[in-house]
């Protein structure tokens, strides 16, 4: 029998909820004996019985809802993606039908189907969506539902933009909650970005026993505009693959096998099966996904793949059905169609919606993790260690005693770091904290319980660390700057999802050693300050702080603000080297909280006032030898450590009311005007100058320049790669003598 509806009985009752759906049917053959009474009870978190006919029945009942939804959405706009969701309805409908709503993706083009999900199970409403014809309004529109998806919109547990990000919330949430699965939904087309099954497999190596996050690809034989890379494989060359990655358990289920429509395609369509056969297609998937998630649960790394055509259901298939343009609207014979093969009976749509409403205990905004704040344990003080003024001492190593102090306080906090924590020298974090690792080995500080994770690509490191954050724990990215391009993108997309967030969580905390002055040896392969610049650009969206502490004693109280801040993104940017100590821990907790600090002023002299500007801390040194110099010729000097540049805006150059936990404290004029002003203002970098935009706005100097990083060589000192960018305390000194001319 042929599953297209008939047109619904004009006398027919209509939800409140359906209010602006335009087309309904007529009941699909056996409605009353399977469908009529929703399978998840009142009370019930799951069906009971997966193999049941009903079971089936109504999985299918929730798939064609969340297609119909899914199209009618995007076409009321004429934009957004509804292909992807549409070959992964019955496997979203399973999960939910299971009772597993903590459902996270990393394709943000399968927003629509998610925000359908949220809108039949209530979750919406938090945000004053109740009917379709809301849903309708408010997609795709600021202060409504975002075309990709965003943590702020209630039930959604984490944002989904770039590829390859959402096994990291997965892999974090099962950490954090052992016994909840956690799926995450994998298209092919991001499958083919880096790191996602690597990420995967050395997160199992590490920690063996957290199997309870499931992913869930999406095989449909296309990306956005072509064929997927993958779409040539057989079902056992990608079996193969799976458990080529450490995966015990991988489940297939594949639509063709059902078919009974004469498709001549490797991908089928199921919607255009018989009923009876996508019935027994939607049963297999749920009894496939059954068998999964207990898999997962039980302890053995499992995937589940749902192979079918992209789009099956909606207006049409493959890369065609990725995107909706203007023309794509619900007055077009395509988009009408395709909604008329979907539509239910307003009956069905009681059923659907009371499923979803109980599955998993409630509406997704009010039972999945991520709608709490997790407690955390108390820290107390920090055991900081004051160095003496004038002595050296590493900044990196300080920082490294608090970390491990933390992680001894807080038995969740991660620290993650690619290249090795001795090489940052960092060591003391792995004494105390321990690397995690199948095999012990005290020489090298491993053990099976450690906390210090250490994949070697950068885009596992901080996709763990990020992923904690965002769920609610501490946690710790270490490394070097000149790498930390291959992790950020997913840092960039946390704190964006944590300035909207309605909850608070710990600030996603990052420190990067190593600054391009301290490995001339290496060569420019590891040094790549220009970061500096995307970190020094995020400033302005409100919630992040790069930090420049200028010492030991500034790193201490850096690390230990970044600790205690909410829903932002700290970076803090310092040296592996022994480097002289310039203030105390009082003199540093006032550069951090103000956002400079004077670390010296001549003596007297009515000679010309030279102020320097300085982000950094090895940057320093060729600074204080200028001032050496200037001071001979009879200038008056002036050194101030630009530590927390975000603070040294003006109100209205950053976004800071638009964020949760807004942080509003900026420099007044008067005190911003006491630090910097003189008759020559010289801005002094070791990265990119985009760090000094604060100062360079703001100051009053008609005279000013910036010394800044150029480019990377290979030298035997961090003097001589000075020279070659010519930063050295010669060329600055000249520099400010030509200005005064």
């Known amino acids: 029998m042929n599953s297209i509806a008939q047109p619904i009985a004009p006398d027919a009752a209509i939800p409140a909820f359906c209010e602006g759906i335009e087309h309904f049917a007529s009941p699909l053959p056996e409605f009353d004996r399977l469908g009529a009474v929703p399978l998840i009870a009142e009370g019930s978190t799951a069906i009971a019985d997966p193999t049941a006919p009903a079971a089936a029945y109504q999985t299918l009942l929730g798939a064609d809802a969340l297609r119909y939804l899914t199209l009618q959405v995007t076409g009321a706009k004429g934009s957004g993606h509804p292909g992807g969701f549409a070959s992964s309805a019955e496997a979203y409908a399973s999960l939910v039908m299971l009772g597993h709503t903590n459902i996270v993706t990393e394709v943000g083009h399968h927003a629509p189907g998610f925000y359908s999900a949220m809108f039949i199970d209530g979750s919406l409403e938090e945000m004053g969506i109740h009917t379709v014809m809301q849903m309708r ?26 590829l390859g990000q959402g096994q990291h919330f997965a892999m974090a949430g099962a950490l954090l909650h052992p016994g909840t699965l956690f799926p995450v939904t994998i298209g092919d087309g991001g499958m083919g970005e880096p790191y996602v099954l690597n990420a995967m ?76 056969k996508r019935l027994a297609f939607a049963g297999a998937v749920l009894s496939g996904m059954d068998r999964a998630a207990r898999a997962a649960l039980g302890g053995r790394l499992t995937a589940f793949i749902v192979k079918q055509m992209k789009g099956a259901g909606v207006h049409t298939v493959g890369s065609k059905s990725h995107n909706l343009y203007p023309k794509d609207t619900l007055d077009q014979p395509h988009i009408i169609e395709g909604l008329k093969r979907r539509a239910l009976n307003p009956e069905a749509w009681e059923t659907v919606r009371a499923n979803f409403s109980r599955a998993g205990g409630g509406p997704a905004a009010k039972t999945v993790v991520t709608e709490r704040e997790r407690e955390l344990p108390e820290l107390g003080r920090l ?167 200028c010492d030991a004693n500034q790193i201490q109280v850096a690390y230990e603000w970044a600790t205690q801040a909410s829903n932002k993104g700290m970076v803090i940017i ?80 950053v976004a800071w009311d638009s964020v949760s936990q807004p942080d509003n404290l900026f420099m007044d004029d008067d005190h911003f005007n006491a630090l910097f002003d003189g008759d020559i203002l010289i801005g002094v970098t070791g990265g990119a100058s985009g760090s000094l935009e604060p100062v360079m706005l703001r100051t009053r100097a008609a005279r000013r320049d910036v010394f800044a990083w150029k480019r990377g060589e290979t030298t035997a000192s961090p003097d001589e790669l000075f020279q070659v960018n010519a930063m050295t305390g010669e060329d600055i000194a000249a520099r400010v003598k030509d200005l005064a001319r």
């Not at 795709?140 to 039930?155: D, F």
């Not at 905390?509 to 610049?533: D, K, Y």
């Not at 001032?627 to 008056?636: H, I, K, S, V």
Request: aromatic content about 10%; glycine content about 8%; hydrophobic content about 40%.
């Open 137 to 162: 309004t408010r997609f795709r529109e600021r202060h409504g539902l975002l075309g990709h998806l965003s943590g702020a919109i209630p039930g959604i547990l984490a944002p989904a933009g770039p």
């Open 201 to 276: 497999m050395h997160f199992h190596t590490a920690y063996p026993q957290v199997t309870n996050f499931l992913p869930v690809l999406i095989w449909n034989g296309y990306s956005q505009e072509h064929h997927a890379m993958c779409s040539t494989w057989g079902n056992q060359e990608m079996i193969a693959y799976w458990k080529g990655h450490g995966f015990e358990e991988v489940i297939l289920v594949d639509a063709r096998d059902f078919d009974d429509s004469g498709q001549d395609s490797a991908y089928a369509d199921s919607t255009y099966f018989s009923l009876e």
């Open 383 to 549: 055991p900081m260690q004051e160095f003496p003024v004038g002595e050296k001492a590493v900044p990196a190593t300080a920082m490294g005693a608090l970390v491990a102090a933390v992680g001894k306080a807080d038995p969740r906090y991660v620290v993650s770091n690619a290249d090795g924590n001795e090489a940052s020298a960092m060591k003391n974090i792995n004494d105390a904290l321990k690397i995690r690792h199948p095999t012990v080995d005290p020489l090298y500080n491993q053990e099976p319980t450690g906390q210090v994770y250490e994949p070697l690509n950068e885009d596992a490191c901080a996709g763990l660390a990020a992923g904690l954050a965002l769920f609610g724990s501490r946690a710790l990215w270490l490394s070097y700057e000149s790498f930390a391009i291959n992790g950020w993108p997913i840092v960039q997309t946390v704190t964006q999802a944590m300035a909207e967030l309605r909850r608070r969580t710990p600030a996603m905390v990052c420190m990067f050693t190593a600054g391009a002055l301290e490995q001339g040896r290496n060569g420019w392969t590891h040094q790549r300050p220009e970061i500096e610049n995307y970190f020094a650009a995020m400033m302005r969206n409100g919630n992040v702080f790069p930090l420049f502490p």
């Open 574 to 653: 310092a040296s592996k080297s022994p480097l002289p100590v310039h203030t105390t821990l009082a003199q540093a907790r006032e550069g951090i909280e103000k956002g400079a600090i004077s670390l010296y002023e001549s003596a007297n002299g009515d000679g010309v006032q030279v102020v320097f500007a300085v982000t950094g801390d090895m940057v320093l040194l060729p600074v204080f030898q200028a001032r050496d110099t200037l001071e001979a010729a009879g200038f008056r000097v002036r050194i101030v450590s630009v530590a927390n540049p975000r603070r040294l805006y003006r109100p209205t150059d």
